[in-house]
């Protein structure tokens, strides 16, 4: 079973073909990050005029990849949200007239789903239930996962994301954007020798991230900062201590089987060594790219939603705050 997918949350346009949720024929990606790095950041009416220039021929190299014709395809998936509206609207039309144009199933999907469901990709094997640490720009959180679509949220940020935070720490120091591969490189020359605080919450599987990323301003602004590379190693060290402390403990709470690792700062190398030295249980991280947004995993998520006979109508709407529960 074939599922096209198309993902268009924020500013990567993709299309994908994937087979009965684990097979990835294609996997199709036209990043916007230089036209954005000039700014520091996404600009939403930017990416969704670059998403219309870029979402025809972006399908067009997807089927092509795949060697497959509309009449091969089972559905087709595309992100409702969370992410930027006009976005998200582009990828939403695009899958809607291609389902209506083909008279194909139409399955809309959780883009936190999606990034949960880029560790079936390929031949893992995953045992229920299991603990997923989402993390990227946008979202940081703990899902415990009964089965498929059955989810529970244990955590989320209470303000920063690990990634936005990642982003405004390189901002503060100079380093570019995008911020989290910024901060990791720049970490590789430096030593973790400048004291910053965590925010433990204790009591509660939540996150904080917006008490190191001031703290890290506020010597900045002091001329405390004699090294960038330091002070980069100094605050992921911070954000990973937390990120995988708690998500430890919540598996050992929970007696799950496996920790799954997804989202952007999935990305990261030392957050992955890191959590696989201190979990007990097996840990599975998807590669790089499919950490990142891309469509495979929307393909993934939709092939599941499918055989769970979960479609839309014509009607599907874009959630621009769309929550995982």
Known sequence: MKILAIETSCDETAAAVVEDGRKMLSNQIASQVEIHARYGGVVPEVASRQHLLSIIPVLKEAMVEADVGWQDL???AVTIGPGLAGSLLVGVNAAKAAAMAHNLPLIGVNHLEGHLYANWLGD??????????IVSGGHSGLVLVRGHGDYAVLGRTRDD????????????LGLGYPGGPAIEQAAKGGT??????RAWLKGSNDFSFSGVKTALLRLAEAGKISS???????????VIDVLVTKTVAVAKER???????AGGVASNAMLRQRLA????LPVLVPPPILCTDNAAMIAACGYYRLQAGKT?????DVTPGLKLS
């Not at 994301?161 to 503060?172: H, L, N, Q, T």
């Not at 960038?228 to 100094?234: I, L």
């Not at 839309?312 to 599907?316: H, P, Q």
């Open 192 to 197: 973790v020798s400048i004291p910053l605080p």
């Open 277 to 280: 030295e201190k979990s007990p």
């Open 124 to 133: 893992k094997s995953i045992d229920f239930p299991v603990v997923c640490l």
């Open 255 to 261: 007696r799950v089987k496996q920790v799954l690792l």
């Open 228 to 238: 960038a590379a330091d002070a980069a190693a100094s605050f992921q060290e911070a």
């Open 161 to 172: 994301a690990a990634g936005e935070a990642f982003d405004k720490a390189a901002r503060i």
């Open 312 to 316: 839309n109508g014509l009607d599907l």
């Open 74 to 76: 089972a559905g087709v």
